[in-house]
């Protein structure tokens, strides 16, 4: 294994960057990479596409549909929403990948505010109907997409809350800050993976020092119940951990820091759970238990079913699972609406598709707009 110095310095390659490759040698890929990236009402985008030159690919098509529903088509035959063809331009050499790559583009039109625009997009060879490409069709960290990817984009006029532009952001790794006064104080459990016992009252006490400090933000770890000293792995959605304390305990510090000027960001993990997920633990039990399709198995896998960078206790969600999508949208409203947060922080953003943090974000701003 790595040491941390190799990690960081040595031979790491952002997953970003690992996924390029890998998809770009196996035929079509896209990345959601489009001009404008945040377009406005009438704008038209341009989509931008990559092919792997050595392969017969000479034509490349786009399906979309402007009305919320799942784009679907093949071979230039859209079989839901409007389909689009994509123009051939230069081939262009991938130094990082050791191959030459042919880069295409499409024109999408301009749409009304409040549009949300869903696409997927396949390659072909006219000669040989046979030989056919979804693009960004699988990787090494997310879920199988035998379609293809599905991609989205939301036209609107938002811009980011103006409270953040002037934000100055604390972050607080919950379980190594503070415990309260009446509780029993840190302690060094001797390895860097176990429990200090830091709490959220103790975050209330030190609230005054924060302020002091200057800042007028708080980012938290992860505070939803984990089996992790980092919480980075969720066993419930809706639930704080109990280590930490309670969901009262979550209100309390939050009512008390707004009242001291002060907001709060939470992390929120959608793209993977732990092995004690009940959703995960029904998967896993029974094959035929709805929350199968929340994951990904197979023999392909080395635990059995995709997990986040094959970390066995770190099982990944399939996001562009209609159910995962409406559970998580959920989860999130509710540490906006019950709890009070002021926003989230969305961990491991390279993990889902761009699609789904588009719908992800819609669910979000219908209520918190």
């Not at 960057?17 to 985008?45: F, I, L």
Request: glycine content about 8%.
């Amino acid at each position: 294994m790595a040491n941390i110095y190799d990690y960081f310095f040595s031979d790491y390659v952002p997953p970003q960057e690992q996924r390029h490759r890998y998809v770009v040698h196996n035929g079509v890929e896209h990345a959601s990479e489009t001009e404008p990236r945040d377009p406005e009402p009438g704008e038209e985008v341009e989509l931008r596409i990559t092919s792997l030159a050595r392969l017969p690919i000479d034509r490349i098509a786009i399906y979309y549909t402007t009305d919320g529903q799942d784009p679907m088509g093949a071979f230039g035959m859209a079989t839901n929403g409007t389909v689009i063809m994509a123009t051939k331009g230069e081939e262009v050499d991938y130094p990082a990948a050791g191959v030459a790559t042919t880069r295409w583009r499409a024109i999408l039109p301009g749409q009304g505010d409040g549009t949300l625009v869903r696409y997927r997009i396949d390659g072909w060879s006219s000669k040989d109907p046979r030989q056919h490409w979804p693009a960004d069709v699988s990787d090494h960290y997310t879920s199988p997409a035998v379609a293809g990817r599905d991609y989205a984009y939301h036209v609107d006029q938002r811009n980011a809350p103006s409270w953040f532009n002037d934000a100055i952001i604390y972050q607080i790794f919950v379980d190594r800050f503070a415990a309260a006064s009446d509780q029993p104080m840190l302690r060094d459990p001797g390895n860097l993976t176990g429990f200090f016992g830091g709490t959220l009252r103790g975050i209330t006490e030190h609230l005054d020092y924060l302020a002091d400090l200057g800042v007028n933000c708080l980012w938290l770890s992860p505070i939803m119940a984990s089996p992790s000293y980092h919480g980075y792995d969720p066993s419930s959605f809706t639930q704080v951990a109990e280590r930490y304390g309670t969901n009262a305990d979550l209100r309390a510090l939050i009512a008390t820091a707004h009242a001291r000027g002060l907001r709060v960001l939470l992390d929120f993990v959608a793209n993977h759970t732990s092995t004690e997920h009940p959703a995960f633990q029904s998967a896993q039990r029974d094959p035929q238990a709805s929350e199968r399709a929340w994951y990904s198995f197979g023999p392909q896998y080395s635990n059995g079913y995709l997990a986040y960078y094959g970390v066995s206790s770190m099982p990944v969600l399939d996001t562009a699972s209609t159910s995962v999508r409406e559970m998580l949208i959920a989860a999130a409203r509710s540490w906006l609406a019950d709890f009070g947060a002021d926003g989230l922080r969305l961990d491991n953003v390279s993990g889902p598709a761009h699609a789904f943090w588009t719908i992800f974000q819609e669910g979000i701003k219908a209520e918190f707009p």
